[in-house]
């Protein structure tokens, strides 16, 4: 099997653009009529990186699910001009999972703060891609199928961050606010404002203000939660020095 080293796009690649994908194309089983049917998703991410869902049993989609979990979904980045097809994507195979709502819930709203005002329909569930193949493409002859272990972080590293997340959340709030702002302003080109950490996983956090969310990836993934510390170190640092 290809080595992460000699890839010519990597898994860890592959995750970072899952983390900043809001939308998503959905690849399920139609029932009826039968045969492939695609649709739009908003997508999040839970701590590993596995992509998550949260639709309405009105949907086409939400019925495929629940007949047949085998599915597919494909974050991409489309550029602005010239060729589409130059832009990074990732599908994502494997079986869709329900979650409990307060596995998620928050976590998925904070990345859609608008989702807020239909968390409680009881017609809306969670589910969760359980991946078994993932296939990348980043432009020209950088084309690459790799394994969910290369892709996606274990699950006791990404469990013991997301248990420290919400301190971290409120500490860099509270006590760091000019830091938080200097991170959107500086190292995501954002506007100045009251910026505010409402997320926080291995790999980065995203900021929030006035519904616009970004999405701030560290420099390495963080494997313990003492990590998340020197993470916000290191990019304060890189901030104040652009």
């Not at 290809?2 to 089983?29: H, Q, V």
């Not at 989702?115 to 432009?139: C, M, N």
Request: zero cysteines; glycine letters at 6%; proline letters at 6%.
């Amino acid at each position: 099997m290809t080595t992460p080293a000699s890839r010519s796009f990597t898994g860890t690649e592959a995750r970072a653009l899952l983390r900043r994908a809001r939308t998503a194309a959905l690849g399920t089983s139609n029932r009826e009529p039968r045969g492939p049917y695609v649709s739009l998703a908003n997508i999040a991410t839970d701590g590993q990186g596995y992509p998550v869902i949260f639709i309405s049993r009105l949907a086409w989609h939400t019925r495929n699910i629940e007949a047949n979990p085998e599915a597919s979904i494909m974050v991409s980045e489309i550029p602005t001009t010239g060729d589409a097809l130059t832009g990074p994507r990732v599908t994502i195979m494997g079986r869709f999972e329900k979650l409990d709502a307060s596995e998620i819930a928050q976590r998925y709203a904070r990345h859609h703060p608008a989702a807020q005002t239909y968390l409680d329909f009881p017609d809306f569930s969670f589910w969760r891609l359980v991946p078994e193949k993932i296939h990348a493409v980043a432009g020209f002859g950088r084309i690459e199928t790799m394994e969910p272990d290369e892709v996606f972080l274990p699950e006791s590293a990404a469990t013991a961050v997301m248990a420290s997340a919400q301190g971290a959340i409120d500490h860099m709030n509270e006590d760091h606010a000019d830091a938080v702002e200097l991170y959107a302003v500086k190292l995501l080109k954002a506007q100045p404002g009251k910026w505010r950490v409402t997320a926080i996983d291995p790999d980065g956090a995203h900021l929030e203000l006035e519904g616009k969310v970004l999405r701030l990836a560290f420099d390495q993934p963080a494997e313990k939660a003492a990590d998340l510390r020197q993470a916000f170190v290191a990019l304060a640092q890189r901030a104040r020095n652009s």
